[in-house]
């Protein structure tokens, strides 16, 4: 199965938009984090090591605790690949790109890459990632926006639900602004997804 073998994007972010994220699992383990617009299985973050911890002995395992001011999160290794570590410190600023995994409902990163970086990187990656943000909208845009989005979950209801990615293509606003206001939607137990990327209307 080809698709097995697709080299995932390692998307760049910040690691508080990962706690946003709704994790898919498959058979107990963690397929992707569902961002709306990104299916995230691989990410790419600069960000200070806050906490290291090494444990030798027959079971090797290693762990750093990475801070980019928006959120923490851990970075776990185990066995030979405990050596990636070696020659991390606190307060090192790094370049990681690494694998999303999830333990006991906890989001951490296997990492494939490390890379030490000057701290001025963390100010680039800071101003990067936000130019990719949308603008926020006024509170009369936003609430016309979540009109369209209810019209037509109500409107799809004869065809058993309607795509996210259908409303997307037609609002023609931002995906990550339709998204927020799908996830309130959710929240206010208006609608609900059946499965994932689809959308039905509860009243």
Known sequence: MESQYKRNIAYKMKIGTLAAGKPIMEADRLKTLDLGTK???RINLIANVVDKY???GEKRFASITLDDA???IKVKTFGEDVEKFSNIELGDTILLIGLV???NNEIYVTPEIIKKKDPAYLLLRKIEVEADMPKTM???ERLAMK???LSMIKDAEKEQGIDIDKIILELKEHPDLINQEI???LEDGVIYEPRPGKLRYLG
């Open 39 to 41: 299916q995230v299985v």
């Open 54 to 56: 090494v444990q030798e």
């Open 70 to 72: 928006s959120g923490q």
């Open 101 to 103: 995994r999830s333990w």
């Open 138 to 140: 006024e509170k009369p």
């Open 147 to 149: 009109d369209k989005i």
């Open 183 to 185: 996830k309130h939607l």
